[in-house]
Protein backbone atom coordinates (compact mmCIF):
# COMPACT_ATOMS: atom_id res chain seq x y z
CA UNK A 1 0.00 0.00 0.00
CA UNK A 2 1.16 3.67 -0.46
CA UNK A 3 -0.35 6.77 0.86
CA UNK A 4 -0.06 10.22 -0.16
CA UNK A 5 -0.10 12.62 1.77
CA UNK A 6 1.04 16.60 2.07
CA UNK A 7 3.22 18.37 4.22
CA UNK A 8 3.22 16.88 7.81
CA UNK A 9 3.32 20.54 9.73
CA UNK A 10 0.11 21.41 8.47
CA UNK A 11 -1.71 18.81 6.57
CA UNK A 12 -5.02 17.76 9.29
CA UNK A 13 -6.58 15.88 6.13
CA UNK A 14 -3.43 13.53 5.85
CA UNK A 15 -2.76 13.09 9.63
CA UNK A 16 -6.07 11.42 10.17
CA UNK A 17 -5.99 8.35 7.52
CA UNK A 18 -1.84 7.82 8.02
CA UNK A 19 -2.49 7.20 12.15
CA UNK A 20 -5.39 4.46 11.22
CA UNK A 21 -2.76 2.97 8.91
CA UNK A 22 -0.20 2.91 11.81
CA UNK A 23 -2.29 1.18 14.02
CA UNK A 24 -2.84 -1.43 11.04
CA UNK A 25 0.82 -2.29 11.40
CA UNK A 26 0.61 -3.10 8.26
CA UNK A 27 3.75 -2.13 5.76
CA UNK A 28 3.13 1.14 3.51
CA UNK A 29 5.02 3.60 1.75
CA UNK A 30 4.65 7.36 1.83
CA UNK A 31 4.96 9.57 -0.60
CA UNK A 32 5.21 13.44 0.62
CA UNK A 33 3.86 16.31 -1.19
CA UNK A 34 4.72 19.77 -0.29
CA UNK A 35 1.62 21.90 0.24
CA UNK A 36 1.40 25.60 -0.48
CA UNK A 37 3.66 25.54 -3.24
CA UNK A 38 1.65 27.03 -5.74
CA UNK A 39 3.32 26.08 -9.13
CA UNK A 40 4.00 22.33 -8.21
CA UNK A 41 1.87 21.01 -5.43
CA UNK A 42 -1.45 21.09 -7.63
CA UNK A 43 0.31 19.32 -10.35
CA UNK A 44 2.38 16.55 -8.19
CA UNK A 45 -0.84 15.71 -6.49
CA UNK A 46 -2.78 15.12 -9.36
CA UNK A 47 -0.36 12.26 -10.28
CA UNK A 48 -2.48 10.36 -7.75
CA UNK A 49 -5.70 11.82 -7.06
CA UNK A 50 -8.60 12.32 -9.52
CA UNK A 51 -10.20 14.99 -6.78
CA UNK A 52 -6.54 17.00 -6.69
CA UNK A 53 -6.71 16.92 -2.81
CA UNK A 54 -4.59 14.09 -0.14
CA UNK A 55 -4.76 12.01 1.59
CA UNK A 56 -4.74 9.37 -1.10
CA UNK A 57 -4.20 5.41 -0.64
CA UNK A 58 -3.39 3.14 -2.95
CA UNK A 59 -3.77 -0.67 -2.77
CA UNK A 60 -3.51 -2.17 -5.91
CA UNK A 61 -5.11 -1.19 -8.31
CA UNK A 62 -7.85 0.96 -6.03
CA UNK A 63 -7.36 4.00 -5.31
CA UNK A 64 -9.11 5.77 -2.53
CA UNK A 65 -9.07 9.99 -2.15
CA UNK A 66 -11.09 10.88 1.24
CA UNK A 67 -9.92 10.73 4.40
CA UNK A 68 -12.22 8.68 5.66
CA UNK A 69 -13.19 6.83 3.04
CA UNK A 70 -9.56 5.67 3.80
CA UNK A 71 -10.11 5.35 7.13
CA UNK A 72 -13.45 2.83 6.91
CA UNK A 73 -11.65 0.93 4.16
CA UNK A 74 -8.83 0.57 6.75
CA UNK A 75 -11.10 -1.13 9.36
CA UNK A 76 -12.69 -3.20 6.82
CA UNK A 77 -9.44 -4.48 5.64
CA UNK A 78 -7.77 -4.83 8.99
CA UNK A 79 -10.28 -6.07 11.64
CA UNK A 80 -7.77 -6.74 13.67
CA UNK A 81 -6.66 -3.55 14.33
CA UNK A 82 -10.09 -2.65 15.84
CA UNK A 83 -10.22 0.28 14.48
CA UNK A 84 -13.89 0.85 15.24
CA UNK A 85 -15.78 -0.28 18.64
CA UNK A 86 -17.26 -3.60 18.45
CA UNK A 87 -20.08 -2.66 20.30
CA UNK A 88 -22.53 -1.54 17.83
CA UNK A 89 -24.07 1.20 19.71
CA UNK A 90 -20.41 2.27 20.12
CA UNK A 91 -19.74 1.82 16.74
CA UNK A 92 -22.34 4.51 15.92
CA UNK A 93 -21.32 6.87 18.21
CA UNK A 94 -18.05 6.79 16.88
CA UNK A 95 -19.03 7.09 13.70
CA UNK A 96 -21.30 10.05 14.61
CA UNK A 97 -18.58 12.01 16.05
CA UNK A 98 -16.04 11.04 13.06
CA UNK A 99 -18.31 12.76 10.72
CA UNK A 100 -19.18 15.58 12.51
CA UNK A 101 -15.66 16.63 12.50
CA UNK A 102 -15.31 15.40 8.57
CA UNK A 103 -18.09 18.18 7.82
CA UNK A 104 -17.87 19.96 10.96
CA UNK A 105 -16.47 22.96 12.99
CA UNK A 106 -15.46 25.60 10.04
CA UNK A 107 -14.84 28.66 12.18
CA UNK A 108 -12.19 26.52 14.09
CA UNK A 109 -10.20 24.98 10.92
CA UNK A 110 -10.41 28.51 9.40
CA UNK A 111 -9.10 30.62 12.28
CA UNK A 112 -6.86 28.63 13.83
CA UNK A 113 -4.84 26.11 11.17
CA UNK A 114 -3.06 23.34 12.23
CA UNK A 115 0.42 24.13 12.50
CA UNK A 116 2.78 22.02 14.71
CA UNK A 117 5.39 24.44 14.59
CA UNK A 118 3.55 26.87 16.08
CA UNK A 119 2.78 28.27 20.06
CA UNK A 120 0.78 30.79 20.89
CA UNK A 121 -2.40 32.47 22.35
CA UNK A 122 -4.86 33.58 19.73
CA UNK A 123 -8.37 35.31 20.86
CA UNK A 124 -11.19 33.27 19.10
CA UNK A 125 -14.19 34.86 17.31
CA UNK A 126 -17.75 33.79 18.83
CA UNK A 127 -18.03 31.36 16.30
CA UNK A 128 -14.59 29.58 16.87
CA UNK A 129 -15.68 29.67 20.69
CA UNK A 130 -18.99 27.64 19.58
CA UNK A 131 -17.00 24.73 17.93
CA UNK A 132 -14.65 24.51 20.97
CA UNK A 133 -17.82 24.37 22.89
CA UNK A 134 -19.30 21.72 20.97
CA UNK A 135 -15.88 19.54 20.81
CA UNK A 136 -15.73 19.40 24.59
CA UNK A 137 -19.08 18.55 24.89
CA UNK A 138 -18.12 15.41 22.64
CA UNK A 139 -15.46 14.70 24.19
CA UNK A 140 -16.87 14.86 27.78
CA UNK A 141 -19.87 12.63 26.78
CA UNK A 142 -17.80 10.16 25.26
CA UNK A 143 -15.33 10.03 27.87
CA UNK A 144 -17.90 9.36 30.69
CA UNK A 145 -19.53 6.63 28.71
CA UNK A 146 -16.51 4.73 27.71
CA UNK A 147 -14.06 5.50 30.87
CA UNK A 148 -11.24 6.69 28.65
CA UNK A 149 -8.49 7.25 27.88
CA UNK A 150 -10.10 7.65 24.37
CA UNK A 151 -13.25 8.30 23.43
CA UNK A 152 -14.86 4.42 23.15
CA UNK A 153 -11.70 3.43 25.31
CA UNK A 154 -9.25 1.99 22.92
CA UNK A 155 -7.69 3.93 20.22
CA UNK A 156 -9.97 4.15 17.24
CA UNK A 157 -10.56 6.70 14.30
CA UNK A 158 -12.65 9.51 15.94
CA UNK A 159 -9.48 9.62 17.96
CA UNK A 160 -7.65 10.07 14.61
CA UNK A 161 -10.12 12.87 13.66
CA UNK A 162 -9.44 14.70 16.54
CA UNK A 163 -5.84 14.24 17.18
CA UNK A 164 -5.34 16.98 14.42
CA UNK A 165 -7.87 19.52 17.00
CA UNK A 166 -5.86 18.42 19.94
CA UNK A 167 -2.89 20.02 18.14
CA UNK A 168 -4.93 23.00 17.62
CA UNK A 169 -5.91 23.43 20.97
CA UNK A 170 -2.16 23.72 22.12
CA UNK A 171 -1.08 25.89 19.19
CA UNK A 172 -3.11 28.47 19.47
CA UNK A 173 -3.23 28.52 23.54
CA UNK A 174 -7.02 27.17 24.50
CA UNK A 175 -8.31 26.75 27.86
CA UNK A 176 -10.58 24.19 27.69
CA UNK A 177 -11.80 24.75 31.24
CA UNK A 178 -13.22 27.80 29.92
CA UNK A 179 -15.48 26.00 27.39
CA UNK A 180 -17.30 23.79 30.09
CA UNK A 181 -14.05 21.03 30.11
CA UNK A 182 -13.78 19.36 33.75
CA UNK A 183 -10.52 18.30 33.20
CA UNK A 184 -11.79 14.85 31.29
CA UNK A 185 -10.78 17.03 27.74
CA UNK A 186 -7.99 18.01 28.69
CA UNK A 187 -6.38 15.07 29.65
CA UNK A 188 -7.89 13.26 26.46
CA UNK A 189 -5.46 15.92 24.27
CA UNK A 190 -2.89 15.00 26.01
CA UNK A 191 -3.20 10.89 25.74
CA UNK A 192 -3.87 12.16 22.07
CA UNK A 193 -0.48 14.13 21.77
CA UNK A 194 1.29 11.33 23.26
CA UNK A 195 0.69 8.39 20.90
CA UNK A 196 3.70 6.24 19.51
CA UNK A 197 2.19 7.51 16.30
CA UNK A 198 1.63 11.38 16.51
CA UNK A 199 4.83 11.22 18.15
CA UNK A 200 6.78 9.88 14.62
CA UNK A 201 4.12 12.21 12.69
CA UNK A 202 5.07 15.16 14.80
CA UNK A 203 9.09 14.11 14.49
CA UNK A 204 8.68 14.37 10.85
CA UNK A 205 7.35 17.12 10.66
CA UNK A 206 9.27 19.60 12.90
CA UNK A 207 12.31 17.50 14.31
Known sequence: MEIVIGTKTWSTWSLRPWLALKRTG???TE??????????STAEILKHSPSGLVPVLKDGDLT??????????????????KL???????????????AEMHSGFGDLRRECPMDL?????????????????????????????SGGPFLFGHWTIADAFYAPVATRFRSYG?????????GS??????ELLKTPEFLEWEAAAVG
Open 84 to 98: WPADSAARALARAVA
Open 26 to 28: APF
Open 185 to 190: AQAYCA
Open 174 to 182: VDLTAYGDD
Open 31 to 40: TLVQLREVET
Open 64 to 81: IWDSLAICEYLAERFPEA
Open 117 to 145: ALLTTAELSDGTKANVRRIVQVWTQCLAR
